[in-house]
């Protein structure tokens, strides 16, 4: 009987780097790799599908970083940030469409929106995020904010039982209510779910709980994303130390 040798073939080796996406052709970059990844993973129905984008009209309002393997020149991750100001001329964060927001106004300090954040399937450990995370530090020590906020989402591809079982978990350990309370403007369908049912952190909400971010509130129901999302604020004094150092000035 002949025997074949299975030679497995090196990884191709990755150089990542974070940068912030300046004119349109990196946007469009971004916005590819936003419908790519949303599509895909979520069945979302996204404004600029017909061009394979995901894009709507705070975009032109936000800047954006991402990280780029530069052994293949591919955009691999990509995160879009909303400052007060610019949510001032807006009329309000995205996150407001979705949530009612009490304490926004009481809240002391320069406020960043984060948005829109994802990561290729291929990229997705820490290594990435903590290269974006890196360029995140920056805006935030740059520009002296002292709140970062935005949402995490969860799939409600399997009728909200993943959400109800992370909620669970968040309710415990996570919740908070002392500097701003997020209302839902669409609730969860109510579900009883036993406690016993278990269900993984997805990543980008897992980084923002290590981070030290606190939930504050239920999550609102994106029916155009087919998710639940979950607001979250990072209190700058608050960073946990142990990833303090992705946020240099930050403590």
């Known amino acids: 009987m002949t025997q074949i040798a299975r030679i497995k073939e090196p990884r191709p080796e990755r150089r990542l780097q974070a940068e912030r996406l300046i004119g349109g052709q990196a946007l469009r970059e971004a916005q590819a790799l936003r419908y790519a990844v949303f599509s895909q993973e979520f069945d979302a129905r996204l404004q600029g599908a017909e061009l394979g984008l995901d894009r709507d009209t705070y975009d032109s309002h936000c800047s ?20 007060h100001q610019a949510a001032d001329g807006l009329g309000g964060f ?3 469409e979705e949530f009612s927001l009490h304490g926004l106004k009481g809240l002391q300090g320069p406020i960043l929106e984060i948005g829109r954040t994802c990561v ?22 740059q520009g002296e ?11 409600m591809q399997d009728g909200g039982i993943q959400a109800e079982a992370i909620m669970q978990r968040l309710r415990e350990r996570y919740l908070c209510n002392e500097h701003l309370r997020a209302e839902p403007r669409h609730p969860l369908p109510p579900l009883d779910l036993p406690h ?33 999302d979950v607001f979250i604020l990072l209190k700058r004094d608050d960073l946990c130390p142990r990833y303090a150092r992705h946020f240099k000035a930050a403590v």
């Open 120 to 141: 290729h399937p291929a990229y997705r450990n820490g290594g990435t995020i903590a290269v974006l995370w890196s360029e995140l530090a920056e805006v935030l020590n």
């Open 196 to 228: 016993n049912v278990i269900a993984e952190l997805p990543p980008l909400l897992k980084a923002y709980m290590r981070l030290g971010a606190k939930v504050c509130g239920e999550p609102c129901w994106d029916r155009e994303f087919q998710v639940a």
């Open 145 to 155: 904010y002292r709140y970062l906020m935005g949402c995490a989402s969860i799939s």
């Open 64 to 83: 954006h970083i991402g990280v780029r393997d530069l052994s293949s020149g591919q955009l691999v991750a990509t995160t879009r940030l909303l400052d």
């Open 94 to 96: 995205y996150s407001e």
